[in-house]
């Protein structure tokens, strides 16, 4: 904290000519700060952002002054944080009722002063968690590694000090019109909950059309409360709840054949409570990409729905279904955006360091002809013939060779990759385990991402440079050589994970959490003092 002190040379010099330090200025005492001032300086000390713009700016008032322009800020910034939690924030951490009751029973300087640097506090504290997500990726989960940019305070008090209030709270908002469709996701499910929720739930282990009785009813029920059905006094399973059921299972990424089978009546069950979770976890990450470029095109992978999508001008020109790492820690596919700068056409497959000393390496100690598709290498890429290797006289740790598959068919890579290189080792790529994709759950990777089409998706990213993207791919792929195709102009590439998103109507759409990082990341949250409508009050 700043300290109030009379200087050793001044206490030598006469009375009428006295001098103080204050807020490491040397001040003479007809100069002396009002209590305002020095309250203000003393409040802020503690932060130098705050304290540089009160110091640099004459200790002119922002929010509690007389003009009309500080009116005009105190009233829409305590308007803006009365409705943080319409945001999913920790309104705790703004406490509108004690700064309003600090304004109102304000009677020194001082008080007042009080309030105007924690009216600043609230300020930032509000638009750092409304712009960029009140809690840090990183420490949520380790899969999280995704870069977020914090607002500068020395701009942010710039521009309340400059422009119009609403409209600089407004812009903190995130400019996704995904964020906006979210919170109103999260209105409406706040208000079915009010409501009593979606009914009771369905208790059957599966229902099909033609059967009727009380659990049709229920299912019937329930579709009409999720806002699948009109109102309806049927009580079989006829055609119109066949085709509900087919627009929530499209919506939650099952199979969409019209029957409420057990994995279907698993989700139809989950109540407004869950989905609020999940739409509350998807507001926050919306959050943490605010200052991230989509780009008018790019790849979006969102790992619980197991789908990759070319957008462009926020439209989806292509998609395909993509397999992700399995549900092992070390295997889960990280969050993060990268740009994607070229395919290799007949790639080799250069085994991770992980794979090998885990998985293969024991294997060539018990037989060294195992995994003989492999070929060993030493650090300069050459190959070593096997019979020179004693396997079994390396550890883990000390194992000096690398091994790699050759292009072929049956390559693990298939017979491209898309590559945007990054320290995680992460890239998409073709496969010939084509099998894996006909499944609803598609964890089985060691973390990057197989894509079910990956000529075409090759094809869709070659049509911007390519008078003939599919003859052009054929001519490298047909060498059998490996070979490097570099992409005229980057493509930013989002690995995400949305397991509650808006569709392309709108509507909300939800996925499981595969990984278990939305439930870490609502914990988190709740830390920071976000709470459910239900115990908000």
Same mark, same amino acid.
């Given at each position: 904290?700043?300290?109030?002190?009379?200087?050793?040379?001044?206490?030598?010099?006469?009375?009428?000519?006295?001098?103080?330090?204050?807020?490491?200025?040397?001040?003479?005492?007809?100069?002396?700060?009002?209590?305002?001032?020095?309250?203000?300086?003393?409040?802020?000390?503690?932060?130098?952002?705050?304290?540089?713009?009160?110091?640099?700016?004459?200790?002119?008032?922002?929010?509690?002054?007389?003009?009309?322009?500080?009116?005009?800020?105190?009233?829409?910034?305590?308007?803006?944080?009365?409705?943080?939690?319409?945001?999913?924030?920790?309104?705790?951490?703004?406490?509108?009722?004690?700064? #309003?009751?600090?304004?109102?029973?304000?009677?020194?300087? %001082? &008080?007042?002063?009080? *309030?105007? /640097? @924690? =009216?600043?506090?609230?300020?930032?504290?509000?638009?750092?968690?409304?712009?960029?997500?009140?809690?840090?990726?990183?420490?949520?989960?380790?899969?999280?590694?995704?870069?977020?940019?914090?607002?500068?305070?020395?701009?942010?008090?710039?521009?309340?000090?400059?422009?119009?209030?609403?409209?600089?709270?407004?812009?903190?908002?995130?400019?996704?019109?995904?964020?906006?469709?979210?919170?109103?996701?999260?209105?409406?499910?706040?208000?079915?909950?009010?409501?009593?929720?979606?009914? #009771?739930?369905?208790?059957?282990?599966?229902?099909?059309? %033609? &059967?009727?009785?009380? *659990?049709? /009813? @229920? =299912?019937?029920?329930?579709?009409?409360?999720?806002?699948?059905?009109?109102?309806?006094?049927?009580?079989?399973?006829?055609?119109?709840?066949?085709?509900?059921?087919?627009?929530?299972?499209?919506?939650?990424?099952?199979?969409?054949?019209?029957?409420?089978?057990?994995?279907?009546?698993?989700?139809?069950?989950?109540?407004?409570?869950?989905?609020?979770?999940?739409?509350?976890?998807?507001?926050?990450?919306?959050?943490?990409?605010?200052?991230?470029?989509?780009?008018?095109?790019?790849?979006?992978?969102?790992?619980?729905?197991?789908?990759?999508?070319?957008?462009?001008?926020?439209?989806?020109?292509?998609?395909?279904?993509?397999?992700?790492?399995?549900?092992?820690?070390?295997?889960?596919?990280?969050?993060?955006?990268?740009?994607?700068?070229?395919?290799?056409?007949?790639?080799?497959?250069?085994?991770?360091?992980?794979?090998?000393?885990?998985?293969?390496?024991?294997?060539?100690?018990?037989?060294?002809?195992?995994?003989?598709?492999?070929?060993?290498?030493?650090?300069?890429?050459?190959?070593?013939?096997?019979?020179?290797?004693?396997?079994?006289?390396?550890?883990?740790?000390?194992?000096?060779?690398?091994?790699?598959?050759?292009?072929?068919?049956?390559?693990?890579?298939?017979?491209?990759?898309?590559?945007?290189?990054?320290?995680?080792?992460?890239?998409?790529?073709?496969?010939?385990?084509?099998?894996?994709?006909?499944?609803?759950?598609?964890?089985?990777?060691?973390?990057?991402?197989?894509?079910?089409?990956?000529?075409?998706?090759?094809?869709?990213?070659?049509?911007?440079?390519?008078?003939?993207?599919?003859?052009?791919?054929?001519?490298?792929?047909?060498?059998?050589?490996?070979?490097?195709?570099?992409?005229?102009?980057?493509?930013?590439?989002?690995?995400?994970?949305?397991?509650?998103?808006?569709?392309?109507?709108?509507?909300?759409?939800?996925?499981?959490?595969?990984?278990?990082?939305?439930?870490?990341?609502?914990?988190?949250?709740?830390?920071?003092?976000?709470?459910?409508?239900?115990?908000?009050?």
């Amino acid at each position: 904290m700043a300290r109030l002190t009379v200087s050793a040379a001044a206490r030598g010099l006469l009375l009428s000519a006295s001098f103080v330090v204050f807020a490491g200025q040397t001040l003479l005492a007809q100069e002396f700060p009002s209590p305002f001032i020095q309250t203000i300086a003393i409040e802020a000390a503690e932060d130098e952002a705050i304290a540089a713009f009160y110091r640099e700016n004459g200790y002119r008032t922002l929010w509690t002054g007389a003009a009309e322009q500080d009116s005009a800020r105190r009233a829409a910034l305590l308007q803006a944080l009365s409705r943080a939690g319409d945001h999913a924030l920790p309104t705790a951490r703004y406490d509108v009722a004690k700064l #309003t009751a600090m304004l109102t029973t304000a009677q020194t300087e %001082g &008080d007042r002063a009080r *309030a105007e /640097v @924690a =009216l600043t506090r609230a300020y930032l504290s509000y638009a750092r968690d409304v712009s960029t997500g009140a809690t840090n990726p990183k420490s949520v989960d380790p899969g999280i590694v995704r870069e977020i940019g914090r607002p500068d305070p020395t701009l942010l008090l710039a521009q309340m000090q400059a422009r119009n209030p609403a409209e600089v709270l407004h812009g903190l908002l995130p400019s996704s019109p995904r964020y906006a469709q979210l919170v109103r996701a999260k209105l409406a499910l706040e208000a079915s909950m009010d409501q009593g929720g979606w009914g #009771t739930v369905v208790r059957a282990k599966s229902l099909a059309p %033609g &059967d009727t009785g009380d *659990a049709v /009813v @229920a =299912l019937r029920d329930r579709l009409i409360a999720m806002g699948y059905l009109s109102r309806s006094a049927t009580q079989s399973y006829d055609a119109t709840i066949e085709n509900a059921v087919q627009r929530f299972q499209l919506d939650h990424g099952l199979v969409a054949d019209g029957a409420a089978g057990e994995g279907t009546l698993a989700e139809l069950n989950i109540g407004p409570d869950a989905r609020l979770k999940s739409v509350i976890v998807a507001i926050e990450r919306v959050r943490w990409m605010h200052d991230t470029p989509l780009g008018d095109r790019h790849i979006w992978v969102n790992i619980p729905d197991f789908t990759a999508k070319i957008i462009d001008q926020g439209k989806v020109t292509f998609e395909t279904r993509s397999v992700v790492g399995k549900d092992v820690t070390a295997q889960h596919t990280p969050e993060f955006s990268d740009m994607m700068a070229h395919m290799v056409i007949n790639p080799s497959w250069g085994v991770p360091r992980s794979i090998i000393v885990n998985e293969y390496l024991p294997l060539l100690q018990r037989n060294p002809n195992a995994v003989s598709h492999l070929q060993v290498i030493d650090n300069r890429g050459r190959v070593v013939p096997r019979g020179s290797v004693n396997f079994a006289g390396y550890s883990s740790r000390t194992f000096p060779f690398g091994l790699r598959q050759p292009p072929s068919n049956g390559n693990a890579l298939g017979l491209v990759k898309f590559m945007f290189p990054n320290v995680h080792n992460i890239y998409l790529h073709d496969t010939p385990a084509k099998n894996l994709f006909s499944h609803d759950v598609r964890a089985y990777s060691h973390g990057c991402i197989r894509l079910a089409d990956p000529f075409d998706f090759a094809y869709a990213l070659l049509a911007l440079q390519s008078d003939d993207p599919q003859a052009e791919f054929a001519r490298h792929l047909k060498t059998g050589n490996e070979t490097t195709v570099r992409l005229e102009q980057k493509v930013p590439v989002h690995l995400v994970y949305f397991t509650a998103y808006p569709g392309a109507k709108g509507q909300m759409t939800y996925r499981r959490d595969i990984y278990g990082r939305d439930a870490k990341l609502f914990q988190a949250l709740e830390a920071a003092g976000v709470v459910l409508p239900s115990v908000r009050g």
